[in-house]
């Protein structure tokens, strides 16, 4: 498989529920809607969808089994980054190389639009029960709450911010990058699986894979930025080599952990290298 | 029945239950749980847990049938407040006569604390799904995230913040009130009733009554700062003798909704009442 192909083929999918759910610009009010839409449209990589969608597939579901979860796990991610944006946070004037949605929004409606992304991408989530599924749609919501949660993507920013007092410390750096950037990529995963039908053990297979992946997936941008410099980075407490080497040995671990998935999981794998040993 | 006696009543079991899933403040990050429960505790009226409570009792239920939803509605109200109090949004220094969450965390901590009370409480009702009620819990969790989102409480906040526009604009203060305070109280009330297993009508019949009750509870707190000169409240635009005239208008017409569910309403009948025609 090529998973350049796999990725394009599967990106208009989460795009068209991502159009129809977010408000259009010219519904009131219009600022909010505005600011919503922003970092969303035009599409970006859509990564944590299509692990979602690759996530369904790996347990012999299909991608369309897994939107909901892929439009939710976008709209949660896409409210993260707006408010890390805001001034009182990392304070930054550009994203993607476009004004960041304080600047062009102003910094009230860029926090609504954070809060009102979040709330979208539940509502998108509980809207999909029926009969059948409603079991598994509410363990994928619980998981996505928890994952964003305290404890996890909101802890781990809050420690994000207290930077400086991480320097060198290799746990307590990847702590920050487990809780922040690989519990909602374990939950894509798990989420589109769990919308698939898996089996509780193949859902604590995916939720092992994801975690190793999504810290080798933070060790990688690191890396990108290749700055040992940055003490606080795991570049910096390792050294370029040691964070290479640390990486690798995260993602044949995670690899391991889906052997049993087989064939159905070659999509997953090849995101997972994909993401782990891209070169920009 | 004692309305005061009722409420004095149920506060506590939502508490026990809140005391339970905010994390403590002695758990890292400590900072952020703190901002979580700086706000949520000492407890104060509970008025969305309460109406949540009788919601379910209203259609043959008990209050703790409930109790999900009214943990859910009081973290998602304290999210709101937190959020609201921000220096780019209200600019409030104080709440309850203490200091609010930015003064007393700072901002970053604020936003993220608001932003963890909204996802905790989606936790707390996914996770009370289980066999037999997990499509009234999908049910009631798309309502909450409905009536938080876009289109209700964030976008009555968007249009409140150019509340000089709304100046004299009955039919668009009226928006803003039925947006930012009734869609939630609506939803208290309907969700306590899904979890006890109410008909489609009574759900109707209930959220009708909550969206009236809820502007009405609004306009009567407007009253109390008793403001003439506020021409964005609806006491500014209708003087105070129409504004208490409109908001006994929509009691009225609340309670004519439910009129056919009988008793068990009672305490709900009792509970509109005295939020409206409270004296301060």
Known sequence: ?????????????????????VPATDEAPKSLHGAMRHLIFPSGKRFRPILAMAGAEAVGGSAQDALPVAAAVELVHTYSLVHDDLPCMDDDALRRGRPTVHIEFGEAVAVLAGDALQSLAFEVLAGAANGGNAAAVSLALRD????????QLVGGQVDDLAYDSLAGDVAAIESVHARKTAALIATSIVG???LAGAS???????????????IAFQIADDLLDADEEDICSIAGALGTEGAAARMNELLASALARIEDLGEPANPL????????QRKA
């Open 192 to 194: 589109g699986a769990r």
């Open 1 to 21: 498989m090529d998973v350049h192909d796999y990725m394009q083929e599967r990106i208009p999918l989460v795009d068209v529920l991502l159009e129809k759910l």
């Open 144 to 151: 996505l709450a928890r994952a964003i949660g305290s404890r």
């Open 269 to 276: 794998r090849e995101l997972a290298r994909f993401a782990v």
């Open 200 to 214: 509780d053990e193949q859902i604590s297979e995916l939720d092992a894979f994801g975690l190793e992946v999504g």
